[in-house]
């Protein structure tokens, strides 16, 4: 009787596993993600295979597309980059979003009123550091409400989004409004603008300066450290002496800062003018590259320009194929599925029913 | 590892790139037949299911491509639908361009400074910004602007609507003072604020006690919300509504009401037929193949490019018989008649006050980038000229008998 009430499937944690067969589970998930995509392709009435063909083409065949796919890949590191600390921590951060926003809006506001007076390098420091701190601040108030109240800082960080964004669109439409009506905030002097180097903006280079910085930040520093214990267990880290609150407070400033420099290259290197939509689901997507990248710095940057390969080759795949550009995110949505599900099964085994009796002999 | 895998997975897919299409030409082709073939690419903010906005500049592309069909000019389309008016028009500019492209028309107000992010880099390719303005003071030659006297059609429009009051008020549907226009508006723009005030003439034409109020839903194209300032519109007591968004929902508003309506860009007495009256769209057709021809034939492409109702660039779209006042259809010839020889202005300045007096003065244009117009006298003779110092509207006055019920926008 007892038999008959165990579920079919049960799961289990796994010890450790051969790192061989790890890998060939993620790219055999990979390669079933592909073979997936096939599906919404042909319903499109088009050869799957020559369309993957022309999302490779079109992000990497030519030296403007390797831009534009770099371009794409620049935010979502520097995001990615931004929210691992907090993850690591388990202080679930899905605020990138309003704190890019955020950064963006402190950078156009010296872009759009500083731009004759003050000479030009200075004044990109100037809106380095404001969008730093904006970001910074941004970040800062749900962590602060969350160390002293316990709040529930995954709907608070979302919330906050929602109000950056409000934000943006009240300036669109108002005080830093353009032609009267036309909802757009005017193009940045080229006093404002980040310089590119080899054809795009220079903030590639910021960001991989970040990589490294934020990869010694986790793993050899103090702060770093204690970021690790309280994601742990927070209580241990209490027991130990360490002050959490202000540790959730401190790493979440850091984090919303780098996020509102993500905002400030967006602004000054790839969009010259700021609206609503800054961010772009960066905020988000980045959340799927950190936890792909394992909170790996290094791994990021493969991550972030796989699904930059992806978005770019997703606008040739509509011009050259005329593939509608949902399919392609449909694709990419099924490839971070299989993706992500794949880590559960390196962590998790199934038990079916069946084999009950053989595991428990064993 | 992982480095190795995703490297795998790029060899796998690069083997397949020999089966991906190539990109464009870049040159005009002369075939053996004596035809032409040219690509052109045409950015689009919305998709042709929106049946307004988007759907006629598809229509004009059509329209085009026969055209010049018969001349023998191939003309081979990319079209790229739903770019917002944000940085991924720069994207897509980029796009057409390297796909071989070698004019690219941008279909939307807000796409223009961002195409503008990208022109210096292909200065052989032409790019044309429709509804905007920039071209004639950027400095560049390979940019190009254009737009037609939608106002026309408006008025006319609006005279279909002030028949329909009239008739209402003289079977004793309505009192006089019932008379009211429901407007929806995207935004408080010139380009809108002269369609309203040309449709509120128009009406006021024929039926004097009429009266106007306006919604601004702050978006170009926003299905809900356009439906949900109609029938806002309708519980203030609107009696015929009137629109200058790219959906067709205010009109299927008015249908569920049981009130009239005017449409803009698509006929919508398909969807509205105890509703809709009559609709005004520009033909774009005959200004793509203008420039197509001009660009093949290697004349330049005009820079700021207005025609209206004499060139056929400005039409009408079937008048709803049915249900439009008695008279209306020969009412409509005569005014199209007085607006093609000139005998009618429609912003004629004995028509309308502001703040109760007469408009005797407004700027048409914008020379020093600060978004006020600063110079060339649009009022004279009589009248506002609208269009013709540039081909994007500028009328942005507010005249009496029409009340604005939000300007946020």
């Known amino acids: ?362 | 590892m992982r480095k190795l895998g995703l490297m795998l997975l790029a060899l796998v897919l690069s083997c397949t790139m020999l089966f991906a299409g190539g990109a464009g030409e870049t040159a005009t082709t002369a075939s053996a037949d004596g035809t032409t073939t040219v690509k052109v690419g045409l950015i689009c903010i919305g998709d042709e299911n929106d049946q307004g906005y988007t759907y006629n500049f598809i229509r004009g592309r059509d329209e085009a491509t026969q055209i010049l069909a018969e001349e023998g000019i191939n003309v081979e389309w990319m079209t790229i639908f739903n770019i917002g008016e944000d940085a991924s028009c720069i994207d897509a500019n980029i796009e057409a361009a390297e796909e071989g492209c070698q004019i690219i028309i941008n279909n939307s107000y807000g796409f223009e400074p961002f195409m503008l992010e990208v022109v210096d880099d292909y200065p052989e390719i032409e790019f044309i910004s429709c509804t905007n303005c920039a071209s004639w003071n950027d400095g560049r030659d390979n940019t190009h602007n254009a737009f037609a006297n939608i106002y026309e059609g408006r008025y006319i429009a609006g005279v279909v609507a002030g028949m329909k009051l009239q008739q209402m008020i003289d079977e004793g549907q309505i009192t006089p003072e019932e008379a009211v226009i429901g407007y929806v508006g995207a935004y408080s723009f010139a380009e809108v604020i002269s369609g309203f005030t040309s449709y509120f003439l128009g009406a006021r034409s024929v039926c004097p006690s009429v009266t106007m109020k306006v919604m601004f839903v702050g978006s170009w194209s926003d299905a809900t919300a356009e439906s949900d300032a109609a029938l806002a519109l309708i519980d203030e007591g609107c009696v015929m509504i009137s629109q200058h968004s790219d959906n067709t929902t205010p009109a299927t508003a008015a249908q569920s009401r049981g009130v009239f309506h005017t449409g803009y860009n698509n006929d919508m007495t398909g969807i509205a037929p105890n509703a809709s009256l009559i609709g005004t769209r520009i033909d774009w057709g005959i200004y793509f193949s203008q420039a197509i021809r001009a660009y093949v034939n290697g004349e330049e492409i005009p820079q700021d490019w207005c025609a209206g109702m004499g060139e056929g660039a400005v039409v009408m779209t079937p008048l709803n018989e049915a249900i439009a006042a008695p008279g209306t259809a020969e009412k409509v010839a005569e005014v199209e008649a007085a607006l093609a020889d000139g005998s009618l202005e429609v912003f004629d300045t004995s028509t309308f006050t502001v703040a109760g007096e007469t408009l005797t003065h407004a700027y048409a244009l914008d020379t020093d980038g600060d978004f006020t117009a600063d110079s060339e006298e649009a009022v004279y003779d009589g009248a506002f000229h609208e269009s013709e110092f540039q081909s994007a509207p500028y009328f942005t006055v507010q005249i009496d008998g029409i009340e604005w019920l939000n300007s946020a926008y």
Not at chain 1, 40 to 64: C, E
Not at chain 1, 148 to 154: A, D, M, P, Q, V
Request: glycine content about 10%.
């Open chain 1, 1 to 362: 009787m007892r038999e008959e009430r165990t579920p079919f499937i049960r799961l289990a944690k796994r010890g450790s596993m051969d790192p061989r067969k790890i890998w060939l589970i993620r790219v055999s998930s990979i390669v079933i993600a592909l073979i997936l995509g096939f599906i919404p392709i042909l319903l499109t009435g088009n050869n799957p295979i020559a369309a993957y063909g022309v999302i490779i083409d079109g992000s990497l065949s030519r030296p403007v597309y390797i831009r534009q796919t770099v371009k794409i890949a620049v935010p979502l590191l520097g995001c990615a980059l931004a929210i691992a600390p907090c993850f690591k921590m388990r202080f679930w951060n899905i605020g990138g979003e309003g704190q890019i926003t955020m950064g963006a809006v402190a950078a156009t506001f010296f872009a759009l009123n500083f731009a004759g007076t003050v000479p030009h390098v200075l004044l990109l420091i100037i809106m380095f550091l404001a969008a730093a701190i904006a970001g910074g601040i941004w970040a800062f108030i749900p962590a602060f409400f969350k160390a002293k109240w316990n709040t529930n800082e995954t709907l608070f960080t979302l919330m906050m989004n929602y109000i950056a964004i409000g934000i943006v669109a009240w300036l669109q439409g108002g005080p830093w409004e353009g032609r009267k009506g036309s909802q757009l905030i005017p193009m940045f002097d080229d006093a404002a603008r980040l310089p590119n180097v080899l054809g795009v903006h220079c903030g590639w280079i910021l960001v991989l300066v970040l990589v490294v910085l934020m990869y010694f930040y986790m793993n050899k520093t103090k702060q770093g450290y204690e970021i690790a214990v309280i994601g742990d267990s927070a209580n241990t880290a209490r027991y130990a002496g360490m002050n959490v609150g202000w540790i959730i407070m401190r790493t979440m400033f850091i984090s919303g800062a780098i996020c509102g420099i993500v905002g400030f290259m967006t602004v000054s290197g790839a969009n010259y003018t700021l609206y609503s939509g800054v961010a772009n689901g960066v905020g988000f997507t980045s959340i799927t590259v950190a936890w792909l990248s394992q909170l790996n710095s290094f791994a990021m940057i493969f991550i972030s320009m796989m699904l930059a390969v992806l978005e770019k080759g997703a606008n040739t795949l509509q011009t050259r194929m005329s593939v509608p550009a949902s399919i392609s995110d449909i694709i990419t949505g099924i490839l971070l599925f299989a993706m992500l599900s794949c880590e559960f099964f390196i962590n998790y085994r199934m038990i079916l029913r069946g084999k009950t009796k053989k595991e428990v002999e064993k």
